[in-house]
């Protein structure tokens, strides 16, 4: 079984709190998937590549072009920002 | 077996005047009105957007325009697809209240084409799910049989559909999500190739497998919006232009025939029969398959050998992709957000925030694919998963030297009854057994009813090679005819 404090150190790398109850639950549930996980040991890989898309093979670039947005369109964008000065999204203090 | 108009019944209507866009709208809306309290397939109704909608197909008709097949036809849309200035919540707490700033392409498309968009339908948070079970919001029934489940994720669209509270609506399918729901509610359902269809507008879940699809109640309903929805959009770089059958080439072979069903070579992989299946599932499919051959397809059992890998491939791949998708959703720019006065620290934000808004499904996907993608556990699980579907997209490739078309169940059993497996996350991931291999190998498939158990609709997919949708469609078209 996982333990308590390898659930809370991937919690927070997730950036997701838990309760208590939770870290106990997400401790056994995640031990039964990942065991399941286990099924693929089995594979031998050793000759394969990787695949991380299905279909598109080339990567697609384009100009690097500034598009302007409406003035009502950047509105709308920041209307779901709970704080905002100035047209700009305000955030807490990232360093100390 | 159709309840209420298909996308024709609806052109010929207008188009003869038997009745307007805003008639046939309304009558939708008194039929959400009766139904949907019980069904629970909607999360939000959108009738004055829809009635402007109709009332501008409508003026089109009165001046004599010619109009599309697709003008008036009311549609219903899966909540993580946006629709301008409408809610969009991914049935998730954290985006409650979230108002769609802008326009997915593939409802921008059918907008263009004069479709009525009713309302948002009901799915398992982000996608993340086989029962709709995993919504915030509400619970979602089965129309055949009320104490089951509609399947999921976009368990509120096959609804909506199977029901008639929509004419068709559109789904989004990562591991099953539009098969799967179709089967268990008697529809049929797309998921396209991948690229096929722009995902811009669709709220990301595994980015490298999620497809848009359309949920309808006939093939020819289904082709009509899929062909609607196809096609490359600058706004998402994996889209493609949906090429020509004659100019595919590559490891799924150059030939293409018209498709005629004594020519028609239908592969049965032997891993999706047996151990695991519905007796009365398998029953039911393989009568199907015996019907297709009477008509002189040829039946070739074939192999899919790493079928048996395809959940925990599937499942290590998507909780990765998800864990860095849903890093987003901060309470910086939009959604919930714990950013109150008096607290300092920006990462109790982040903590409290997600810890909130999202639901314990989405939580335990976050918490595996961080963890499959962290130091130390990368290798064994995130890059060993990518290898592993590099040997299931090429068993289908062999396959496909040999047959035209693959037929399998969408699902082992029918549609199950609510609560029997929430409590269980890894019963549900088991769910997608016959559906995930499908994403992974970004094939396209398609879920078509063929008969029932008991009160209970059994669903045959259709697999294809990579852009032969139209192929697929044909083969649907002529197994519709004779279950």
Redesign the interface.
Known sequence: MISKKE?EH??K???????GK?IEK?QK??T???N??D??KE?D?SQ?????????LEN?D?EDIFKEESPE?VN??L?????KEKGH?K????LG | MVKGFTISDIHQGLKEKKFSAQELAQNYFKKINSLDEKLGAFLEIAQNEALSQAKRVDESISQGKKVSLLAGVPMAIKDNILVKDIKCTAASKILEG??A??EATSVKKLRKEGAVFLGKTNLDEFGMGASTENSAFKKTCNPHDPTRVPGGSSGGSAVAVAADECCCALGSDTGGSVRQPAAFCGVVGLKP???AVSRYGLIAFAS?LDQIGPIAKTIEDAEIVFNAIKGKD?KD??S?EVPKIKNLKGPYGVSSRAVKIENLRIGIPKEYFGEGIEPGVEKIIKETIKKVEKQGAKIEEISLP?T??A???Y??ICTSEA?ANL?RY??????L?K?EEG?????D????T???G?G?EV??R???G??AL?AGYYEA?Y?????????I?QDFEKAFQKVDVIFTPVSPFTAFKIGEKIED??AM?LSDVFTASV?????PALSLPCSKLGKLPVGLQIIGK?FRESEIFEVGRFIEKIV
């Open positions: 659930v991937v919690a790398l997730a950036r997701l709190g838990l309760t939770e997400m549930e995640l039964l998937i990942l399941y996980f099924l693929l594979v890989v394969v590549s990787p695949t991380s898309h299905s279909i598109l697609v384009r369109t709308k964008m209307a779901g920002a709970p704080a999204i955030v807490k203090g990232v | 979230y108002q700033p802008f190739t991948y690229g490298s600058p770089s994996t493609v790493h048996k890998y959940i925990a491939c499942y290590i864990s890093a901060d309470g910086i720019r939009y959604g957000s950013d607290k300092s620290d920006l990462l934000v982040y903590l409290e997600r810890e909130e999202f314990p939580k335990r976050i918490m595996l961080t963890y962290s699980y890059l060993k998963a990518q290898k592993v579907r590099t040997l997209k996350p890894l991931y994403n992974l190998a970004g094939l990579p």
